[in-house]
């Protein structure tokens, strides 16, 4: 609501007068500018016109910009942005602007995801010793296993677990998707009942939640 007070009113008059005299300013020193481009710069006089036109050009923008400056407040209880108290929050109780809820980190998962992981990364040509059936490596260790230790692990991970159990994949150097170790442990993975993920699969099934 509106405050007309003696006190408000006397206010918003002398910020009328402020901004009066803003454009008083500004139009001098429009005048000022023209005249100075005028010798300074073409050495002759500009049409009168012109000259009015920049006094008052730049009048409009002087108050303009002193308007802003004492009417910034708004015209309402605020008493007119001009220092004054604001009445409208003198009772009451002041909004609650925190809130109990955690920010999220974007560098965490959206969502808590009841999985445990067994890592492998599987291996093909010079990164298996010759003659040797150890395919795959396991775990952050990456101990040499074949695929009975890498089935071994699931089901001692299945035995603990609280909730399904991923199997987590790379590739070594050599190895892809077409090698006959990658073939077998995806039809390990199905046998044992546990889902095959890449590394990227796994983090975005992470941060979606699911």
Request: hydrophobic share 40%; proline share 4%; net charge neutral.
């Amino acid at each position: 609501m509106f405050d007309f007070s003696g006190e408000q009113v006397s206010r918003f008059a002398t910020n009328c007068l402020i901004v009066a005299g803003g454009f008083v300013a500004g139009y001098v020193l429009g005048w000022l500018a023209a005249v100075g481009f005028d010798k300074l710069v073409i050495h002759r006089k500009s049409p009168d016109e012109l000259h009015k036109a920049v006094r008052i050009l730049c009048g409009l923008l002087a108050a303009v910009l002193v308007a802003l400056l004492v009417f910034g407040g708004g015209l309402g209880a605020g008493g007119g942005g001009s220092g004054g108290p604001d009445r409208t929050l003198t009772t009451g109780s002041a909004p609650n602007t925190q809130s109990n809820t955690k920010p999220t980190d974007p560098s965490e998962p959206t969502a808590k995801v009841a999985v445990d992981v067994v890592r492998v990364r599987v291996l093909a040509g010079t990164e298996v010793e010759r003659g040797s059936d150890k395919f795959y490596r396991l775990g952050e260790s990456g101990e040499p296993a074949d695929r009975a230790a890498v089935l071994a692990a699931v089901a001692d991970r299945k035995k603990t677990a609280t909730g399904a159990v991923v199997l987590v994949y790379e590739f070594g150097r050599e190895a892809g998707p077409g090698t006959i170790a990658f073939t077998e442990l995806d039809r390990d993975a199905k046998q044992a009942g546990v889902q095959l993920m890449s590394d990227d699969e796994y983090r975005k099934f992470v941060k979606a939640g699911k």
